[in-house]
């Protein structure tokens, strides 16, 4: 599967922005999705998850109940709303597919390019 993520900008802090993941192929339903980011000079972290459905999504303690993961597998596309944003989110967000719904970055065989947020203060 091939991902091309989008929807990274610039925003200030207390603001919102919405990631895309588009995904080619047939088999987008059957993978488990991911949300990942990289900071400048930091290594890459965990930020959501969700499962094949939909029907359940895990989330890092840093963006929990600001973020919300979720996904349209006839359009085959991955989401990110984020709200209530903070300089510290500020990185290049990926999207990745893995054949469960995992934090472990170790557990993700596709990856899409990245897609730049910059939260300022």
């Known amino acids: 599967v091939q991902l091309q993520a989008s929807g990274g900008g610039l925003v200030q802090a207390g603001g919102s922005l919405r990631l895309s993941c588009a995904a080619s192929?047939?088999?987008?339903?059957?993978?488990?999705m991911g949300w990942f980011r990289q900071a400048p000079g930091k290594e890459r972290e965990f930020v959501a998850a969700i499962n094949w459905s939909g029907a359940r999504a895990v989330y890092a303690d840093s963006v929990e109940g600001r973020f919300t993961i979720s996904r349209d597998n006839a359009k085959t596309t991955l989401y990110l709303e984020m709200n209530s944003l903070k300089p510290e989110d500020t990185a290049v967000y990926y999207c990745a597919a893995s054949p469960n719904c995992a934090s472990d970055l170790a557990n993700y065989n596709y990856w899409g390019q990245g897609t730049l947020v910059t939260v300022s203060s």
């Open positions: 192929g047939r088999t987008f339903s059957s993978y488990g």
